[in-house]
């Protein structure tokens, strides 16, 4: 496996990664009722609850996108 061949996977992973991070926030942000309602269908918890489990999520989500995507990614550019 070759250099190039790896930029291109990382590339690839980070590109895919990064949008499903974003349309996660920007879901959270715009169809918050939207996404507690289909969320309290499987699991019941208060909508306290519910934001600061969401915002945990996208908090680690983000760590690991950088640990895992980003920083090979910018290793293998340099």
């Known amino acids: ?14 590109l895919i990664n990064g ?7 920007l879901a959270w942000m715009i169809y918050p009722n939207m996404l507690y309602r289909l969320q309290t269908y499987w699991f019941s918890m208060p909508r306290d609850d519910f934001n600061k489990n969401f915002y945990l999520l996208l908090g680690l989500f ?3 996108w ?3 995507n980003v920083t090979p990614l910018i290793a293998l550019s340099i």
């Open 1 to 14: 496996m070759d250099i190039h061949l790896l930029y291109q996977f990382f590339l690839w992973c980070t």
């Open 19 to 25: 949008a499903v991070f974003l349309i996660s926030a």
């Open 62 to 64: 983000k760590l690991l």
């Open 66 to 68: 950088l640990i895992f």
